[in-house]
């Protein structure tokens, strides 16, 4: 009987000493490596050029800053209505990639200082009668859930007066059934309402009216105060040195950065 429990403790010792090593290893990430969460078709911040390539002021932005930090960096595209649980979870260390900031994503991250002003507007086909924000009633509306649209939508009266609004995993889509004539009008970031109307000149067209101005921070995981330190002041000195500024010029043709 003595043996027999001598070696189920011996066995029980070699399990605790395989599973505190499983542990060990999967704790152990390698502190020089940025993993950061991206929705990769979210142009001009970060999305797939022609060759596949994840490009975008964002990724330029973080690629900068990372170097600037001494880190290597990886872009990790997720499902963006799941990105605060994919940092929490610690499968990503940022969220970086036109990420608002807003009082409800406060209260599950902690922010950056805002790098970049946006606002979300009203898209509609260049030829559509629509011309304000009050004459989307009885219209199908498009945006991408779980984003600051529907938050900037939801605060607005007009949302009580429209017809339906249809959610989409990501704007192109919305963007792709508002060309079809299948949506009236889709609640987008100006940035890239601006971008994809630069792409297909005479396709769409602004409202005059925006719903709500907002700002783009860097989301980083609760507890994580290092980190959030570290990332500021590698911005703070690519604001100074004037990288960040030739970064904006390149991809919006002026400095929108925010010092």
């Known amino acids: 009987m003595r043996k027999k429990s001598a070696i189920l403790l011996s066995i029980l010792g070699m399990i605790l000493v395989i599973v505190s090593g499983c542990s060990a290893s999967g704790a152990g990430k390698d502190d020089n490596k940025l993993v950061i969460g991206i929705d990769d ?3 001009p911040m970060g999305f797939r050029d022609e060759n596949n390539e994840i490009v975008g002021f964002d990724i330029d932005f ?3 800053v990372a170097d600037k930090m001494g880190m290597e960096v990886t872009f ?8 605060e649980s ?3 979870s610690g499968r990503i260390d940022l969220i970086w990639n036109g990420y608002t ?3 409800e994503r406060k209260g599950k991250v902690l922010f950056t200082k805002p790098y970049l002003k946006n606002s979300q507007v009203i898209v509609t086909l260049a030829d559509s009668p ?3 924000i009050s004459e989307l009633a009885g219209k199908v509306v498009g945006l991408q859930s ?6 900037a939508l939801n605060a607005n009266p007009i949302k009580d007066e429209i017809k339906t609004v249809t959610e989409f995993p990501d704007n192109v889509l919305a963007l792709s059934d508002l060309k079809t004539k299948r949506l009236d009008a889709v609640v987008i970031d100006e940035v890239v309402a601006r971008y994809y109307m630069s792409k297909e000149e005479g396709t769409f067209k602004l409202l005059d009216e925006s719903l709500a101005p907002e700002e783009y921070g860097i989301g980083v995981k609760k507890g994580n105060e290092e980190l959030l330190e570290k990332l500021q002041k590698a911005i703070d000195e690519l604001n100074q040195d004037g990288t960040a500024a030739k970064i904006s010029q390149t991809w919006f043709g002026e400095d929108k950065v925010l010092k």
């Open 101 to 103: 900031i807003t009082e």
């Open 86 to 88: 994919e940092l929490n």
């Open 130 to 132: 629509i011309s304000a």
């Open 41 to 43: 078709k979210f142009a």
């Open 76 to 83: 990790q595209p997720i499902d963006w209505s799941a990105k």
């Open 62 to 64: 973080a690629k900068a």
């Open 146 to 151: 779980l984003s600051s649209a529907a938050d």
